[in-house]
C-alpha cells in the first residue's frame, strides 16, 4: 500500500514515519502527478494558510480535489483538517472546501499553546486515544452525511468521517499509538 504525505510544509516527516512503521510505503508528495500511484494520502499539520499557498502554487489543488471526489482517501490532521474543511469560522480562506463542516482555528486560546489528553474514538474501541493538540483547531458544525469520529470529555467534536475522507484536530503521528494509522491503512485498503 502507497499513502502519500503531503510535503510541502508542517509535520510530514513524522506522518511518514508512522505509515512506514505500520507496513506501508510513504512517498513525499509535492507535485499533481505523484497522486496518480497513491492509495491514500495524508494531509499533515503546520500552518494552514502556507500549505494552502504552496498547493496553489504546486498546481495541488484541483487535482487533489478532483482525486478526493473520485474516492482516494485523504486523512486530514491539524492544519490538513483546516485545508478539508468547507468552511473556517469568521475567515473567508479559500480551502480544498472537501468535507461539508466549520472549523475554528487556534480555538484553545493562544495561550495554551500544545497539550495533550484522552480523547474518545469509539471506532477504535474503549482505549481513549492520547491526543496531542498544537495551536489546534476544534469543529464547530459538522454537516449531514458528515460522522463524529472524535470527541473530547466536554463534547468539542475534534474528529470526524465523510466517507473517504478523516479530519481530526490533533497530531496522531506524534505519539506511539498507531491506531488512527491503521485505521486509515485499512480504509485505503476497502
Ligand atoms: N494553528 C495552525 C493553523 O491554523 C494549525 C496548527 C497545527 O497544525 N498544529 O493552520
Given at each position: ?66 482525486r ?59 482505549e ?13 458544525r ?29 497530531h ?19
Amino acid at each position: 500500500m502507497r499513502i502519500g504525505v503531503l510535503a510541502l510544509q508542517g509535520a510530514f516527516a513524522e506522518h511518514m514515519s508512522a505509515i512506514e512503521r505500520i507496513g506501508a510505503e510513504a512517498p513525499p508528495v509535492r507535485l499533481p502527478d505523484q497522486l496518480d500511484s497513491l492509495d491514500g494520502l495524508v494531509i499533515p499539520g503546520g500552518e494552514s494558510t502556507s500549505i494552502l499557498t504552496l498547493m496553489k502554487s504546486f498546481g495541488l489543488v484541483q487535482a487533489l480535489r478532483e482525486r478526493a471526489q473520485a474516492g482516494l482517501p485523504v486523512m486530514g490532521t491539524c492544519a490538513g483538517m483546516i485545508c478539508l474543511a468547507s468552511e473556517v469560522s469568521g475567515s473567508d480562506m479559500a480551502t480544498l472546501a472537501l468535507m461539508d463542516i466549520t472549523v475554528d482555528r487556534n480555538s484553545f486560546g493562544r495561550q495554551i499553546d500544545s497539550f495533550q489528553t484522552a480523547v474518545s474514538v469509539p471506532a477504535l474501541g474503549q482505549e481513549p486515544f492520547p491526543a496531542v493538540f498544537i495551536r489546534a483547531p476544534s469543529i464547530s458544525r459538522v454537516g449531514e452525511g458528515v460522522g463524529v469520529m472524535a470527541t473530547l470529555p466536554d463534547g468539542v467534536v475534534v474528529g470526524c468521517r465523510q466517507a473517504n475522507l478523516i479530519a481530526l484536530a490533533f497530531h496522531p503521528e506524534i505519539t506511539d499509538d498507531l491506531r488512527l494509522h491503521r485505521y486509515f491503512l485499512s480504509l485505503a485498503m476497502g
